[in-house]
């Protein structure tokens, strides 16, 4: 896959690790959701390096220092419905009161088409990190909608947070949205007929929710 300069492979071996046993089909739905939230969590501490601090002033038993610490406000988290909900306590760890909108989207299984069918968006989101979630990024049509509902709420600081990524998935964020910065942890070989990544680890939702 060509280099994309706003796409991150994380490719640690602490999240490789967990992915496979994410993968695992004899893997069970409350281990599946725990990992979940653990690599999220890993994703979120990567990918906010960069993050800008403010100075503090904190008093220890021993004398007052300036120290730095995150404005917590500035981050809203946005999961896309429904396998996204997984990854929202991954990031909480992190961001405890970071807001929640929510963008809900279902695949059509002929087309693969991503269809709306919800979006409720915090107050003030144009201005906050924005923090998009969900655990697979296939052809990347998901991703790119609730982008777009994004960009047309005014949001300009977008991060996608993707665990599994398809080489064909990638490639359309990252050229249709070169202003969002794309981690992922992982990068699959390709998708199936169906649509889904290969090795993948199936359907995201299904195995976080049990419904399958
Ligand atoms: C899955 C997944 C993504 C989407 C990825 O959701 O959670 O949202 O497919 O595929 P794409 O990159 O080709 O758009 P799905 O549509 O199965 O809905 P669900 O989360 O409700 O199961
Ligand atoms: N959505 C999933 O949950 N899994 C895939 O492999 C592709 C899309």
């Known amino acids: 896959m060509k280099n ?18 994410l993968r695992d089909k004899n893997t ?28 503090v002033k904190v008093e220890t038993p021993l004398e007052t220092c300036e120290q730095e610490m995150v404005p917590e406000s500035s981050v809203a988290i946005v999961p896309i419905l429904r396998a996204g909900l997984g990854m ?5 760890t992190l961001f405890p009161t970071a807001k929640v909108g929510h963008i ?3 695949r059509d299984e002929e087309t693969l088409e991503p ?3 919800y979006c409720k968006l915090p107050e003030g989101i144009e201005h906050m990190q924005v923090i998009l979630l969900d655990p697979m990024l296939a052809t990347g049509g998901s991703a790119c909608a609730a ?26 964020v990252a050229e249709t949205h070169p202003d969002v910065e794309v981690y992922i942890s992982t990068l699959d070989r390709e998708l199936n007929e169906h649509g ?12 976080i929710f049990g419904t399958k």
């Open 104 to 106: 809900g989207l279902y």
């Open 196 to 207: 889904y990544i290969l090795p993948g680890l199936g359907d995201a939702g299904d195995r």
């Open 147 to 172: 982008i777009g509902f994004l960009k047309k709420r005014g949001c300009k600081n977008i991060k996608l947070m993707n665990i599994i990524g398809a080489p064909e998935g990638v490639k359309k």
């Open 88 to 92: 929202v306590s991954g990031v909480h």
């Open 28 to 55: 069970g739905t409350k281990q599946f959701r725990e990992l979940i939230e653990e690599i999220t969590t890993l994703m979120t501490f990567e990918s906010f390096k960069e993050i800008p601090t403010k100075k």
């Open 4 to 21: 994309y300069k706003n796409v991150t492979v994380l490719d640690h071996p602490l999240i490789k690790h967990k992915i496979a046993i």
């Open 115 to 117: 269809k709306e069918y």
